[in-house]
């Protein structure tokens, strides 16, 4: 055995006190992730105040380059800026950062890893791995088991997604919304462009100048990337809903061989992390409040898509807490992955190093 | 001119306390339908109240065949039971049915009409003409103009719908969900099988054996009949959202022929009834809380389908209110329709005047 793997690890949090970070410390304890020491490392406004978690207090610290000194694993979640000039200072410090920014998942040599999907692609990590998007996150391991059964031809999903992905604003915001509602005022909005409660906004992150959203081009190029089809055939409408966790998807599979929706229920079983729950008759399918606060990625509605009669095709609905498994829980799986096939430092370290 | 022009118009809505009846008597008055007696009808429990209106108060009688002496239009929206009862009653008595329940949609010989897409439909009623379901109203006149100009192969559309498409009951169902939440007590539900308060719900109407929900199958059925293309591969998700007023749809559609972006709003401007809602850039796409009111059908976030790159596809965003356009304006309209083109008595009654 390596002798890394019997040294206690000193794990950090970059954007502690952000939904998601908040999640990752959270996940963290209950995975029982074997740190020895954990940091909470925040914005210098965040810095110096107190996180109340699993009954014990975590003082934040402020996520500058010396914070991580010492530090085995770094999972960030404080945005592309803040990813973009740390991570680079954790790595020369040795740690192994895994960033669930947008700022490296399309870097080439940077691994964008689901690992029920592509476990494999972490083994070659230079000390950055990307936590994909939480509507890529939910949709691959399903698209997975398809390509491996049945070959995919073209995918259409359409979002319905929650506000905590937005982050702690986005939540208070929809709050107030729906606050002022019972009062009999008019909703301000302030995060979002227009107000979110009683409303379906087609907008989630920047317009680009195809008239797709980024995050409808996240979800089209990391889906291509993770499951090693770059030139999948996928499109996307992003929608934000007043849902305050967890994100739903209808999703459109045109496949390259039939495949009855029987056999897509046992194909999806049988994937790690998944939950098949499809009895429509007895109103049985996945639901946002039910997903809110699991680990888990829940399908139903399976059924041939009625627009490709030959059998070639299926309609599901996905739905999986975007902070958990969308977020947080598969940047931990990630880091469980590196510990449990020794994979956590570089590879050109462990290169080096004396067997 | 034919005497019946000249004569003024005894006009009945069936269900008038519904929330779709009430807008049909609503959208009576804005729109000057010439009528010189309006008729509120409904359910035994409902007759005797009283509706205000316009500043006028309406006596509601109850619906029963006899009620429909004298009519020569009556707008039915009492459920698929009530017309399947009395519009024919109402018809022996020589009135024409716009039948706005599923009862009569995909009967053949009952014309199924969306004044802007297929007009000519309704010349050879039978006394008998039915208003398509909200989620289709929104989307055939879309539909119509990209076969018009480039053909259609395949179209998938994932809703994001209101929940006044269910009735006054669900209605007060979100309101009191969102009442609960403001002050923390649990979501009770009992119109829908779960809670819609912060929700996604992948079921609107009952399901059928092939996994798909009624509302689905109208969206599919009726887009065929309505523009006339009985094979046309199409596919929908029908989602309820915690929205009060107004559908939204996610539209994808494979066309025959290439289009860019540009001509297609070109061709939507066209299209009477539509307003183009473009400008993704400055925040401006159309949304449930804008469309609420109002008799338009807006469509925006026009773009190239990124799932069909040799350019023979569109990806848009269509939203509607659902009690108007999707259901009482609608209606209006054909019976507008028939007056103007002097189609109001049924074809045969016609064809046996005297000149």
Redesign the interface.
Same mark, same amino acid.
């Given at each position: 055995m390596p002798e890394r793997r019997s040294r206690p690890l000193t794990v950090a949090v970059v954007g502690a006190t952000g939904a998601v970070g908040r999640t990752m410390l959270q996940v963290l304890i209950e995975r029982e992730f074997p740190f020895a020491e954990l940091r909470a490392l925040a914005s210098p406004r965040s810095a110096g105040s107190t996180l109340e978690l699993d009954g014990q207090r975590l003082a934040v610290a402020e996520a500058r380059p010396a914070a991580f000194e010492g530090v085995d694993v770094a999972l960030f979640s404080a945005g592309g800026a803040v990813s973009g000039e740390l991570a680079p200072r954790a790595v020369e410090r040795g740690a192994v950062v895994i960033d669930n920014s947008s700022r490296w998942r399309m870097e080439p040599g940077v691994p964008l890893v689901v690992p029920e999907v592509n476990a494999d692609d972490a083994a070659d990590h230079e000390g950055l791995i990307a936590n994909p998007n939480c509507s890529t996150m939910q949709l691959v391991p399903l698209l997975a088991a398809l390509r491996d059964a049945v070959g995919l031809e073209? !995918?259409?999903v359409?979002t319905?997604q929650a506000v905590s992905g937005t982050g702690h604003k986005a939540v208070a915001e929809l709050q107030a919304q !729906?606050?002022a &509602?019972?009062a009999g005022r008019p909703a301000e909005a302030s995060v979002y462009? &227009?107000?979110i409660a $009683?409303?379906?906004?087609? /907008?989630v992150d920047v317009?680009l100048d195809? +008239?797709?959203?980024r995050e409808?081009r996240k979800v089209?190029d990391e889906s291509r990337k993770i499951l090693h089809l770059p030139a999948l *055939?996928?499109?996307?409408?992003a !929608?934000r809903?007043?849902? $305050?966790t967890a994100h739903?998807e209808?999703v &459109?599979v045109e496949t390259r061989e039939p495949i009855d929706?029987d056999r897509a229920r046992e194909l999806f079983t049988a994937v790690p992390g998944v939950l098949v729950v499809d009895e429509?008759?007895a109103?049985r399918?996945?639901?946002?409040?039910d997903a809110a606060g699991r680990d888990e990625i829940f399908v +139903? *509605?399976?059924? /041939?898509?009625?627009?490709?009669?030959d059998g070639r +095709?299926l309609?599901f609905?996905v739905v999986s807490d975007n902070l958990r498994k969308g977020a947080a829980t598969n940047a931990v799986q990630i880091a469980e992955l590196l510990l449990a096939r020794d994979w956590l430092p570089p590879a050109w370290r462990r290169a080096g190093r004396p067997a």
């Open positions: 073209r !995918v259409i359409d319905y !729906v606050e &509602h019972v462009p &227009h107000p $009683f409303n379906a906004l087609p /907008q317009f195809d +008239g797709y959203s409808e089209i *055939r996928l499109s996307c409408t !929608v809903v007043p849902v $305050f739903s209808a &459109h929706p429509p008759a109103a399918y996945p639901l946002a409040r +139903g *509605r399976v059924r /041939q898509d009625a627009s490709l009669p +095709g309609a609905w």
